[in-house]
């Protein structure tokens, strides 16, 4: 008889291109409807911020899909549950020979992030924060609201002379003691 997985793991969905909010979103309301939370743990479409250039030369932060067409979902893998998620719309596969998924290795969920947390974090609005990576790497800004499930945070930083309203990963900011002072960049240096 096969061993059956009674930990859940990572595996990648393909879907179609511009699909992967719309899977995301089935699929949190497949396991809402079939009571399937215990089953299938997670579902996420990782992403980054980024500065982009529009034409009229302003810039703004966008978030962007590191991998297009890829959704990623943690669940114990069943027959039956393969048979629902890829029956999903909008679903092309599991990604796999011959769609049959494989586990992620551990590396791979850390290189994507899909399990970092912060286990500790006593963010909250009104704190001042440093970004310590990613593309906003450096800005100092302030928390207006935080999420502990998503672990992210809303952080308005100055930029381009501007207010500007980012979301930021607990992982990716530090707290500003109180007491510390801020000491400004000089451009002469």
């Keep these: 008889m096969a061993s059956v997985d009674t930990e859940p793991k990572w595996y990648i969905l393909h879907t179609y291109s511009g699909y992967e909010a719309m899977v995301r979103e089935s699929l949190f309301r497949l396991i809402e409807n079939n009571n399937l939370s ?17 034409a009229n030369g302003k810039k703004k932060v966008v978030e962007r899909k590191l991998l297009p067409c890829y959704v990623f979902i943690k669940m114990i893998y069943s027959n039956q549950l393969w048979y629902l998620v890829t029956n999903t719309r909008g679903v092309t596969g599991f990604v796999g ?14 290189k994507m992030r899909l399990e970092d947390y912060v ?71």
């Design 38 to 54: 215990d089953q299938i743990t997670d579902v996420k479409i990782p992403t980054e911020q980024t500065i982009e250039e529009k």
């Design 119 to 189: 286990a500790d974090a006593d963010f909250k609005p009104g704190d001042r924060v440093t970004i310590d990576n990613g593309p906003l790497e450096g800005f100092i800004g302030t928390i207006r609201e935080t999420n502990d499930e998503t672990q992210r945070a809303k952080v308005t930083i100055t930029m381009f002379g501007r207010n500007q309203d980012v979301e930021v990963e607990y992982i990716q900011m530090t707290k500003i003691a109180p007491d510390a002072v801020e000491i400004p960049k000089n451009d002469d240096d």
């Design 97 to 110: 020979p011959q769609g049959r998924p494989i586990p992620m290795k551990e590396e791979e969920i850390r």
